[in-house]
């Protein structure tokens, strides 16, 4: 097995502007692709007007104060308490309620771009599908448990995530009991949730963690309820948990996991981290040199999840050249950033609703329903021959065609805003090449064809004799025109 070095070697430093290396709007544009969705151009205007150090800070913080999502009344209620409360539980309303934590999950992304994204991150990691579980309320509060421990305590967040009902029914924690214990919760904690597959434990540990996380059996007011501990069925006798032995329950193992396994821990959420919002390539001098000094401030900090990202974030090797436009959009990270970067209107959210959450479905990312308990694949596994072509169409023909149906005449503000106005043709082609890709395209050739896409409804001889300005009456269906092929080439995949 070949082991490539990675071009980026960056050190993870805070990185200082100088004017060899500004504080541009490229490395605006980056740190919103990967931290949130997208970024258009009054947010541009506002971080550009901040120090990358006090911005990073001030995205994270903000989302750390942002109020959490509110549920609808039928997300904290037992099936038995729908009469009561007006409501009809069905298999069809069920049903429909899970689709409604979907978009409520989308939406997030949508209008909390930090939040969204690392809520995300967790969904992918700390995996459920609702399509096994099947309870809308259990799907709600799955999702508001991710929200609510996305920039908080990793230790925490896991002790939570594994008495999640989601959890305890997805991975058959609901199943374990003293003598007929279910492996499969504690194989995944150790495995995909804090170490990696064969990283620090062996299949005895898996076995007498299984003992340990017996108990949690019960409905607490009918099938669906609340899951909660029975006694009379935890395994009293002694456990031996990475070396240590006792009558081990539930926070022994959260607390032996974290005293035991710190650093190997650590580098294993910081290597998550990095995949998903550096680079998916990784090498040892990356492990050396980023992640394994990175995992040492995580722990340094007890586990603050804000404190990795806001480490990791400011670095010069975040910030470094070789670390754009290297990892391929998932199908909502192609939809949600073309609506925040362009800025356009596109119609309440009540409309396009089912499309957006259908489509990344067909381009498989199904929100609350990852493939496998390992997540989505990500970067290259989102492209095939079957989606390549249809990811653009989707962005020209649906998304596109709302807002310019919505109000026309934005189009022309778009373009006047990301240009200043511009009346040099070429110049605002540039603009919206760099609003939407985040910097120019590697082929010169591309904006060239962008070039004559745009001027093809206006005699040549208007730009000639530079009569030709953004007040045409052609310009908003010249930026439509020029939108409609940046979002087909092969460089808008990228992020």
């Known amino acids: 097995m070949i082991n490539f070095a990675s071009c980026n070697t960056s050190p993870l430093t805070a990185y200082v502007p100088t004017p060899e290396n500004p504080w541009d709007a490229i490395k605006v544009r980056h740190l919103h692709k990967r931290l949130s969705f997208g970024v258009n151009f009054s947010q541009l205007t506002n971080a550009l007007s901040s120090t990358p150090s006090a911005y990073i800070d001030q995205l994270i913080d903000e989302t750390i104060a942002l109020p959490y999502t509110t549920p609808p009344a039928w997300a904290n209620l ?98 374990n009991t003293a003598g007929s214990p279910n492996e499969n919760y504690a194989r995944e904690l150790y495995e995909l949730f804090t170490l990696g597959e064969g990283n620090g434990y062996t ?93 040492d401030i995580f722990i340094a900090d007890n586990y603050n999840i804000a404190t990795l990202f806001k480490t990791l974030l400011k670095s010069e090797h975040f910030f470094d050249a070789e670390a754009r436009n290297v990892i391929i959009k998932s199908p909502l990270d192609l939809i ?58 989707y962005l020209s023909e649906d998304i596109i065609f709302w807002a310019f149906e919505q109000n026309e005449e934005q189009f022309r503000q778009f373009a006047k805003d990301v240009s200043t106005d511009h009346t040099d043709a070429e110049i605002v082609t540039k603009a919206i090449f760099a609003a939407i890709l985040g910097e120019e395209p590697y082929s010169t050739p591309d904006i060239e064809v962008g070039i004559d896409i745009f001027k093809s409804r206006v005699p040549s001889n208007y730009f000639e004799q530079a009569i030709w300005s953004l007040d045409f009456v052609s310009a908003p269906l010249q930026v439509r025109d020029l939108l409609e092929y940046i979002v087909n080439l092969p460089d808008n995949q990228l992020k």
């Open 78 to 175: 037992d099936p038995a308490n729908y009469p009561a409360n007006g409501l009809t539980y069905s298999e069809e309303e069920n049903d429909k309620n899970v689709e409604e934590t979907q978009y409520a999950f989308i939406k997030e992304c949508l209008d909390n771009g930090v939040r969204g994204r690392i809520t995300l991150f967790w969904h992918n990691i700390l995996v459920t599908r609702a399509v096994e579980y099947r309870f809308a309320g259990y799907a709600y509060r799955y999702f508001l448990t991710l929200q609510r421990n996305c920039l908080g305590n990793f230790k925490d967040f896991i002790h939570e995530i594994g008495l999640d009902e989601a959890m305890l029914k997805f991975l058959n924690g609901f199943e």
């Open 336 to 393: 949600l950033e073309f609506m925040i970067s362009s800025g356009l209107d596109f119609g309440t959210w009540e409309m396009n609703k089912e499309s957006v959450k259908n489509v990344a479905r067909l381009f498989d990312q199904d929100i609350l329903n990852p493939p496998t308990v390992a997540g989505w694949d990500g970067d290259k596994a989102w492209i095939n021959s079957g989606t390549i072509t249809f990811r653009g169409a």
């Open 203 to 295: 299949e005895d540990d898996i076995v007498e963690t299984a003992r340990a996380l017996t108990g949690y059996n019960d409905y607490s007011n009918g099938e669906n309820s609340r899951i909660v501990f029975n006694e009379a069925n935890f395994d009293t006798d002694d456990k031996t948990i990475f070396g240590q032995t006792g009558n081990w329950g539930y926070d022994d193992v959260i607390d032996i996991l974290f005293a035991q396994k710190s650093t190997l821990i650590a580098r294993f959420i910081c290597e998550n981290v990095y995949e998903n919002f550096v680079s998916p390539e990784i090498d040892d001098q990356i492990r050396l040199l980023i992640i394994n000094p990175l995992a």
